[in-house]
């Protein structure tokens, strides 16, 4: 795989971390769901 595009792919990755995991943990105790 090209080093830019394995870059590129981890920096989106990253991203949509940043993005959905708060989201994702703020909806779970929105509805009571502690898991951890």
Request: avoid cysteine; aromatic fraction near 2%.
């Amino acid at each position: 795989m090209d080093p830019l595009l394995a870059d590129l792919a981890a920096l989106a990755d990253a991203a949509l971390a940043g993005v959905l995991g708060p989201i994702y943990r703020a909806g779970g105790r929105e509805s009571g769901d502690v898991s951890g």
